[in-house]
């Protein structure tokens, strides 16, 4: 029952940080913070990440170019030009590897008002960092799995972050309905979306690129958007009335 829980836990936070900080944050603004809150989110993306620390960065840049390129050639990670999705993700890997090390210059349409912090980035991609990471997964299982197949969960830990990018990008683009016409190939891949906090409304998420609710029909129900919500309420942020 630990690991289960310890499981379900990693899942839902890494995948929360990665839709609330670096997907609705940094690559849209889709509100503002103040440094605080900005700095905790930051940190706590790094922490629920763990191994598979995602540079905000990089992962803004890219998703920018997803946005502006949508299924082209162009699209750093659309499904349609790799014959399965393990090579999609090594090839988004190398992409990433470029922008985290500073060695592609991007577009400049998309630099800029990108959350940055030196010091996470360099400690959350070290290879101490992940590898220490890795290490107290591990433990996690020596010491409360159960059973024999718990352990084969374990490499999920390792790359949390680019299995849940993986999904999204192969899933969304691939597989479902549309709601609208968008001139490229994005799909909602299930009218549900409560495993992956909204992030598989893809067609609707690139009709309304800066729209903090990615659900669209009444039964389209995204998850994060309430807690957003509530957050506002809260002022701990403040949603750009535009995008409500």
Avoid at 107 to 133: A, C, H, M, Q
Avoid at 164 to 178: D, F, Q
Avoid at 193 to 221: T, V
Wanted: proline share 5%; net charge positive.
């Amino acid at each position: 029952m630990v690991i289960i829980i310890f499981f379900i836990a990693h899942w839902f936070l890494s995948l929360f940080f990665q839709t609330f900080f670096l997907h609705r944050y940094a690559s849209h603004k889709m509100f503002t913070t103040n440094k605080f809150y900005e700095g905790l989110f930051y940190l706590l993306t790094y922490i629920c990440q763990g191994s598979s620390f995602l540079n905000p960065r990089a992962y803004a840049i890219m998703h920018r170019e997803h946005h502006a390129y949508s299924d082209t050639e162009k699209d750093p990670h659309s499904p349609h030009f790799f014959k399965d999705v393990f090579q999609m993700m090594i090839y988004t890997a190398k992409s990433y590897s470029l922008h985290v090390r500073k060695l592609k210059e991007p577009e400049e349409r998309f630099k800029g008002n990108i959350p940055e912090w030196r010091l996470v980035d360099y400690i959350g991609s070290s290879t101490v960092s992940r590898i220490s990471f890795g290490i107290l997964y591990i433990l996690v299982y020596v010491f409360f799995a159960t059973q024999w197949w718990m352990y084969l969960l374990i490499p999920i830990h390792f790359l949390m972050g680019p299995i849940h990018g993986a999904i999204v990008n192969w899933c969304g683009h691939k597989y479902g309905y549309s709601n609208f016409d968008n001139g490229d190939k994005s799909k909602n891949t299930t009218p549900f979306d409560f495993l992956m906090l909204g992030e598989l409304f893809q067609n609707n998420h690139h009709k309304h690129p800066n729209r903090a609710n990615f659900g669209a029909k009444w039964f389209e129900i995204d998850p994060v958007y309430p807690v957003m919500k509530l957050m506002h309420w809260m002022r701990i942020i403040k949603l750009r009335k535009a995008y409500l």
